[in-house]
């Protein structure tokens, strides 16, 4: 991967130079102003971090590196002509900012089954769990177990200097890459399987190999995953998992610390753990519908949730305010592959009934489907029943946005995290002051 290093380097080096020249120029422009309602609702929209990877527009939805995910669709390598893109191929884009070749994707493969061998004191480790701890703990543990390996930390430990710390964490980034699908699937099949491992396959890519390894060996369903891990790898940084993992390397801490706080961000209910949270209620809705799907029934059912208290899950997003182009993609996956699928008729037809519901209740910013709304269908559909699995493979694939963040963050010496918080009372008097 000496290619990929030196063009890493090379553009660190233009980065770091325009950043400085920025700075001098403008550093002291304003380019965001705080409310008192912004300090109270968890700092929602106030422009403070600098991400390097994606960026999400509003209108647009997110874009990795300028790209959409249409135009990713379109240029990123796949493994067959009319497929799906290769995750591995994003990976490249949001440490490069470029479009890969097929050469370089393989590349890519190559170096992670040279470095995906998982030490077996992890799946100690996890055998060591109770069988019904929650597989996200028990990826989080993982994870975690393994900061013993990390090359940043002897890197540190030895004196490397400033400048050099991204490259101890990209070979650290590189290594847990290749190592997740096998420990995530290790976690999927003690919990569900019997505890009967199966080995990673060599001649199979980073997706298709990680369906092979939970027992899953169909085509579609590698495609479904090289869909799903380019999908969710990266949102901004200011999201629960990229801005926990974020605000933990930005202490120097490595790669296997920052991600695995990460993770346990993203195990809350209002991140990624909705994606299972939709299947459950499609499923608590199915025994209401009787022989057919009819919009009265679907409505009656999220007035009454929403009635309840509670919110229609997968619908609705913090920045977003139209539809999810990640749900599109999945839309037009499900169309193609599974069109006459019973929960995708349910979720289809939920598209057309839940926003003019929210919008005449009036309380959603943005009535629209996310990407919750759509992911856990395709994940059942090829027989991943289990939900409380879901997020593990949304962890497994945001980890490439997350680690090439950290990436770019060590290279272009980001600074430890710190902003200043305030009391109701020196806010108050903040605001007497003006």
Same mark, same amino acid.
């Given at each position: 991967m000496e290619k990929l290093k030196e063009k890493i380097a090379k553009k660190v080096a233009v980065r770091a130079e325009e950043i400085k020249a920025f700075l001098k120029e403008s550093g002291k422009e304003v380019i965001s102003q705080v409310t008192v309602d912004q300090a109270f609702g968890g700092g929602r929209g106030v422009?403070?971090?600098? =991400?390097?990877?994606?960026?999400?527009?509003?209108?647009?939805?997110?874009?990795?590196?300028?790209?959409?995910?249409?135009e990713l669709s379109e240029k990123l390598p796949k493994a067959t002509k009319?497929?799906?893109?290769?995750?591995e191929g994003v990976l490249y884009l949001l440490l490069t900012g470029d479009i890969p070749t097929a050469e370089e994707v393989k590349e890519i493969q190559e170096e992670f089954k040279k470095r995906s061998a998982v030490p077996q004191y992890v799946f100690d480790m996890i055998r060591s769990l109770p069988v019904d701890t929650h597989p996200m703990t028990q990826f989080s543990l993982a994870i975690l177990s393994m900061q013993k390996e990390s090359l940043f930390e002897?890197?540190?430990? =030895?004196?490397a200097p400033r400048s050099k710390y991204w490259e101890s964490n990209y070979e650290d980034a590189l290594n847990l890459l290749a190592k997740l699908p096998q420990i995530a699937a290790y976690?999927?099949?003690? /919990?569900?399987?019997?505890?009967?491992?199966?080995?990673?396959?060599? @001649?199979?890519?980073?997706?298709? /190999?990680? =369906?092979?390894m939970l027992g899953i060996n169909n085509p579609e369903c590698y495609e479904m995953m090289r869909l799903y891990l380019m999908l969710h790898c990266d949102h901004e940084s200011g999201n629960v998992s990229a801005h926990a993992a974020h605000n933990v390397a930005s202490a120097l801490s490595d790669v296997y610390y920052a991600l695995s706080a990460g993770i346990n961000g993203l195990a809350g209910p209002l991140h990624g753990l909705a994606n299972q949270e939709v299947m459950r209620w499609i499923i608590d809705v199915k025994p209401k519908l009787g022989d057919k799907i009819t919009k009265e029934v679907l409505e009656k059912f999220v007035w009454d949730t929403l009635n309840s208290g509670q919110v229609v899950p997968g619908?609705?997003?913090?920045?977003?305010?139209?539809?999810?182009?990640?749900?599109?993609?999945?839309?037009?996956?499900?169309?193609?592959?599974?069109? /006459?699928?019973?929960?995708?008729?349910?979720v289809k037809?939920?598209?057309?009934?839940?926003?003019?519901?929210?919008?005449?209740?009036?309380?959603? @910013?943005d009535p629209w489907p996310n990407v919750d709304a759509h992911s856990g269908v395709l994940l059942y559909h090829y027989g991943i029943t289990e939900f409380d699995f879901y997020t593990v493979f949304f962890g497994v694939s945001r980890a490439i946005g997350i680690l090439s963040q950290i990436v770019w963050d060590r290279a272009l010496n980001a600074p430890i995290e710190r902003p200043k918080s305030e009391t109701l009372e020196s806010v108050k008097k903040l605001i007497v002051k003006k």
């Open positions: 422009k403070m971090l600098i =991400c390097e990877t994606s960026l999400l527009d509003p209108e647009e939805g997110i874009r990795f590196r300028g790209y959409t995910i249409p009319s497929g799906e893109p290769l995750p002897k890197a540190y430990r =030895c004196g976690i999927y099949r003690r /919990n569900y399987r019997g505890d009967t491992q199966i080995a990673p396959d060599p @001649k199979l890519d980073w997706a298709a /190999n990680f =369906c092979h619908y609705g997003h913090a920045v977003l305010r139209k539809t999810d182009p990640r749900y599109t993609a999945q839309r037009e996956f499900a169309i193609k592959y599974m069109p /006459n699928d019973e929960n995708f008729q349910i037809f939920l598209y057309d009934v839940v926003p003019p519901i929210l919008i005449k209740q009036g309380k959603a @910013k």
